[in-house]
Protein backbone atom coordinates (compact mmCIF):
# COMPACT_ATOMS: atom_id res chain seq x y z
CA UNK A 1 0.00 0.00 0.00
CA UNK A 2 1.33 3.75 -0.44
CA UNK A 3 0.19 6.43 1.42
CA UNK A 4 0.63 9.95 -0.04
CA UNK A 5 0.17 13.01 1.50
CA UNK A 6 -0.27 16.84 0.35
CA UNK A 7 0.98 19.99 1.63
CA UNK A 8 1.77 23.54 0.01
CA UNK A 9 -1.30 24.68 -0.18
CA UNK A 10 -2.71 28.13 0.83
CA UNK A 11 -3.98 31.30 -0.34
CA UNK A 12 -2.66 33.53 -2.19
CA UNK A 13 -3.33 36.65 -4.88
CA UNK A 14 -4.04 36.51 -8.52
CA UNK A 15 -0.84 36.62 -9.81
CA UNK A 16 0.99 34.94 -7.18
CA UNK A 17 2.57 31.15 -7.13
CA UNK A 18 2.41 28.37 -4.44
CA UNK A 19 4.15 25.13 -4.75
CA UNK A 20 2.49 22.14 -3.69
CA UNK A 21 3.84 18.56 -2.64
CA UNK A 22 3.11 15.20 -2.14
CA UNK A 23 5.15 12.85 -0.01
CA UNK A 24 4.53 9.30 -0.65
CA UNK A 25 4.80 6.54 2.37
CA UNK A 26 4.86 2.77 1.94
CA UNK A 27 5.81 1.21 -1.08
CA UNK A 28 8.16 2.68 -3.08
CA UNK A 29 6.76 5.37 -5.36
CA UNK A 30 9.57 5.65 -7.83
CA UNK A 31 7.22 2.69 -9.16
CA UNK A 32 4.20 4.89 -9.82
CA UNK A 33 3.02 7.09 -12.47
CA UNK A 34 2.01 10.39 -10.37
CA UNK A 35 -0.41 12.87 -10.99
CA UNK A 36 -2.26 15.86 -9.39
CA UNK A 37 -6.24 16.56 -9.97
CA UNK A 38 -8.29 19.32 -8.49
CA UNK A 39 -12.00 19.95 -7.23
CA UNK A 40 -13.53 22.83 -7.10
CA UNK A 41 -16.85 23.29 -5.11
CA UNK A 42 -19.55 21.80 -6.80
CA UNK A 43 -17.16 20.32 -9.67
CA UNK A 44 -16.30 17.34 -10.90
CA UNK A 45 -12.93 16.03 -10.10
CA UNK A 46 -10.16 16.94 -12.68
CA UNK A 47 -7.05 15.85 -14.10
CA UNK A 48 -4.39 18.74 -13.59
CA UNK A 49 -0.92 17.34 -14.90
CA UNK A 50 1.28 14.07 -14.42
CA UNK A 51 4.71 12.59 -14.73
CA UNK A 52 5.79 9.50 -15.80
CA UNK A 53 8.18 7.33 -13.66
CA UNK A 54 11.48 8.57 -14.53
CA UNK A 55 10.08 11.77 -14.64
CA UNK A 56 11.30 12.96 -18.25
CA UNK A 57 7.74 12.78 -19.84
CA UNK A 58 5.02 15.07 -18.53
CA UNK A 59 1.40 15.86 -19.24
CA UNK A 60 -0.81 18.87 -18.41
CA UNK A 61 -4.30 19.86 -18.80
CA UNK A 62 -4.56 22.61 -21.92
CA UNK A 63 -5.63 25.52 -18.96
CA UNK A 64 -2.56 24.79 -16.80
CA UNK A 65 0.17 24.56 -19.29
CA UNK A 66 2.71 27.10 -19.65
CA UNK A 67 2.08 28.11 -15.63
CA UNK A 68 1.98 24.70 -13.93
CA UNK A 69 5.14 22.60 -14.03
CA UNK A 70 4.96 18.73 -12.15
CA UNK A 71 7.95 17.24 -10.83
CA UNK A 72 8.90 14.64 -8.91
CA UNK A 73 12.37 13.61 -6.93
CA UNK A 74 12.47 9.86 -6.22
CA UNK A 75 14.95 9.43 -3.84
CA UNK A 76 13.12 11.78 -1.47
CA UNK A 77 9.35 10.21 -2.71
CA UNK A 78 7.99 13.50 -2.89
CA UNK A 79 5.98 14.90 -6.35
CA UNK A 80 5.72 18.80 -6.71
CA UNK A 81 3.24 21.55 -7.99
CA UNK A 82 4.55 24.48 -9.19
CA UNK A 83 1.83 26.81 -9.60
CA UNK A 84 2.31 30.23 -11.39
CA UNK A 85 0.49 33.23 -12.47
CA UNK A 86 -2.47 31.57 -10.29
CA UNK A 87 -6.10 32.61 -11.34
CA UNK A 88 -9.12 32.83 -9.28
CA UNK A 89 -10.25 29.48 -11.58
CA UNK A 90 -7.43 27.76 -10.12
CA UNK A 91 -9.46 27.53 -6.65
CA UNK A 92 -10.14 24.06 -5.72
CA UNK A 93 -8.69 21.29 -3.58
CA UNK A 94 -5.82 19.51 -5.17
CA UNK A 95 -5.21 15.80 -4.83
CA UNK A 96 -2.25 13.70 -5.42
CA UNK A 97 -2.51 10.16 -7.06
CA UNK A 98 -0.54 7.65 -7.77
CA UNK A 99 -0.86 4.37 -10.19
CA UNK A 100 0.55 1.30 -10.75
CA UNK A 101 -0.38 0.95 -14.36
CA UNK A 102 2.14 -0.08 -16.80
CA UNK A 103 0.53 2.76 -19.30
CA UNK A 104 -2.82 4.73 -18.27
CA UNK A 105 -4.90 7.44 -19.43
CA UNK A 106 -3.29 10.68 -17.84
CA UNK A 107 -6.94 12.10 -16.81
CA UNK A 108 -8.66 9.43 -16.32
CA UNK A 109 -9.09 9.54 -12.51
CA UNK A 110 -10.03 5.15 -12.57
CA UNK A 111 -6.77 4.75 -13.74
CA UNK A 112 -5.11 6.12 -10.55
CA UNK A 113 -4.97 3.56 -7.37
CA UNK A 114 -3.63 5.35 -4.71
CA UNK A 115 -5.09 9.16 -3.58
CA UNK A 116 -4.22 11.44 -0.80
CA UNK A 117 -6.74 13.76 1.06
CA UNK A 118 -6.28 17.37 -0.88
CA UNK A 119 -4.61 20.66 -0.02
CA UNK A 120 -6.91 23.43 -0.41
CA UNK A 121 -5.55 25.95 -3.06
CA UNK A 122 -7.44 29.73 -2.60
CA UNK A 123 -6.76 32.49 -5.49
CA UNK A 124 -8.22 35.53 -4.57
CA UNK A 125 -9.07 38.31 -6.72
Known amino acids: QVQLVESGGGLVQAGGSLRLSCTAS????????MGWFRQAPEKEREFVAC????????YYTDSVKARFTISRDNVKTTVYLQMNSLKPDDTAVYYC??????????????????WGQGTQVTVSS
Open 26 to 33: GRSSSGLI
Open 97 to 114: AGSSRLTLTAWDRKDYDY
Open 51 to 58: ISRSGGTT
